[in-house]
């Protein structure tokens, strides 16, 4: 187990790939970006999470900060993180936008699982939100890799206050369709609008199927199986909500910093430790502190309380 001072274990990590996306969402601050002057080296990125798998790691996320497939060497990446035998999954987050060209090199390189985000099956909508007019695109992608090259897919749907709310039970009836998993991630809006609850959200999807709570997956992420269907939905709570307690992760950014948490500047540059030719054993060091240091905050403020060194 590769635990932290407050004896959560550490088995997750969330990395941006590209550190860029080209889509426009105004939730997501990778669309204002432009592509990182230089990306953390693909084979640094292998060793780092290498040792800290054979320390408990158990999951890598391709995931937010960015589009992944934009990443030059994404099959590679995959390709690497997959061949890492103590971790159980290897999951990748797309707009979809490049997955049908991608999806053979994905299945080849032993993806594990894939989110597809759509954020609505309205044309009009969907170019309002991400600033492009490819929602036929994104479902062509997510047919090439969940049919044709059997990638395990689930679709992802960002809430857009005022926006997309009432896209969501389309959302849902496309996905049973289809037998596919659906997670629909709250968002803190914009000043002027109101998030909707997630309450609210499965008292929506309630009024037309019968939601049982499913046990065995974590409860931030609201886990509902809809009866005598082949789907699973999870309303992903949103950040400034949800309690530290049972944090399990890590982030890696595109440049290669580590982020101990989302909602305090708690950071270490990886370039300045890999270019110092650490031996494994002295790398494990690095790792085990990292994930000491993480902090936790009860409410809504984290208390940093760092390890002296």
Known sequence: MLPDKFRRPVDLIQISASGWCEYKCGFCA??????PARLFP??????????MAALGLKRARLIG??????????L????????????????LST????????????????????FVTIPSLNPSIFAHITGFDELPRTLDGLEA?????????SVKMTLVPGVNEGEILPLVDFSVERGLDIYIVETQGVPGSKPMSSETIVKTVGGKYQLTRMEGAALSNNPWKLEGTGTAMKVVTRDDLRTCGACNRLWLTAEGVVSLCNQVMTHVDLNEVLAEEPTDEELA???AKIAMNKPMHPVARCIETSLPD
Do not use: C, M
Not at 30 to 35: F, I, S, T, V
Not at 42 to 51: H, N, P
């Open 30 to 35: 990778a669309g204002k970006a432009h592509p």
């Open 42 to 51: 693909t084979e640094w990125l292998l060793r780092f999470i290498t040792i």
């Open 65 to 74: 900060g960015g589009e992944p497939l934009l990443r030059p060497d994404i």
């Open 76 to 91: 590679e990446l995959v390709h690497g993180l997959v061949r890492i035998k103590q971790l159980t999954s290897v999951s």
């Open 95 to 114: 707009n979809g936008r490049f997955l049908k060209e991608k999806s053979e090199g994905l299945s080849q390189a032993g993806l594990h699982r894939l």
């Open 145 to 153: 890799a969940s049919v044709a090259y059997k990638i395990p897919a």
């Open 285 to 287: 060091l690095v790792v």
